[in-house]
T-cell receptor, first 110, second 114 residues
Framework: GEDVEQSLFLSVREGDSSVINCTYT??????LYWYKQEPGAGLQLLTY?????DMKQDQRLTVLLNKKDKHLSLRIADTQTGDSAIYFC??????????FGTGTRLTVIP | EPEVTQTPSHQVTQMGQEVILRCVPI?????FYWYRQILGQKVEFLVS????????KSEIFDDQFSVERPDGSNFTLKIRSTKLEDSAMYFC????????????FGPGTRLTVT
């Protein structure tokens, strides 16, 4: 299977930008997803990017993909306390199964 | 907005007992999945299901596990003889496939094996 690595923790101040990074090993991943998990809750699909794109912006979220380095990042602009959660990077191939990273716990300090 | 639902939200069972976890995928979706997350660990793929058969399964999905789509709406995961290490959160997911690549997850069932 694919190896997906993420930093475990990130703390930012409210109003600042957050950048969550992810590296993966399978270059055949065609869709790369970001999921959010709040405490005790399920996995909420935030956004995803096709492998033929470098960047995708969706309101406060910006996804950057460096396919050569197999590096994916999620930037959250104007981070709010409600953004505190665990963020999972999950590369996949179409309707095939997803491989999840360890998750990055984002803590937003008021 | 359509969503994936799962029941029960929490299941407690004794070691060796059989459990069935239930999921209702989004109605027009064709691909179904089970994942699990042991407390504090990453989410792991178990099995995918399409056209009434398993399309892919992981090493975790051994003979103790089975999946079924008994009718047009439910998708179930059965664990025949539970072990302590089966304690985890189990997530069901679905996608329509085709032009859509978005896997939507249910809220999960927390399984506790004592």
């Amino acid at each position: 299977g694919e190896d997906v690595e993420q930093s475990l923790f990130l703390s930012v101040r409210e109003g600042d930008s957050s950048v969550i990074n992810c590296t993966y090993t399978d270059s055949s991943s065609t869709y790369l997803y970001w999921y959010k998990q709040e405490p005790g809750a399920g996995l909420q699909l935030l956004t995803y990017i096709f492998s033929n794109m470098d960047m995708k912006q969706d309101q406060r979220l910006t996804v950057l993909l460096n396919k050569k380095d197999k590096h994916l990042s999620l930037r959250i602009a104007d981070t709010q306390t409600g953004d505190s959660a665990i963020y999972f990077c999950a590369p996949g191939s179409g309707a095939n199964n997803l491989f999840f990273g360890t998750g990055t716990r984002l803590t937003v300090i008021p | 907005e359509p969503e994936v639902t799962q029941t029960p939200s929490h299941q407690v069972t004794q070691m060796g007992q059989e459990v069935i976890l239930r999921c209702v995928p989004i109605s027009n979706h064709l691909y179904f999945y089970w994942y699990r997350q042991i407390l504090g660990q990453k989410v792991e793929f178990l099995v995918s299901f399409y056209n009434n058969e398993i399309s892919e399964k992981s090493e975790i999905f051994d003979d103790q596990f089975s999946v079924e789509r008994p009718d047009g709406s439910n998708f179930t995961l059965k664990i025949r003889s539970t072990k302590l290490e089966d304690s985890a959160m189990y997530f069901c997911a679905s996608t329509s496939g085709g032009g859509s690549r978005e896997q939507y997850f249910g809220p999960g069932t927390r399984l506790t094996v004592t």
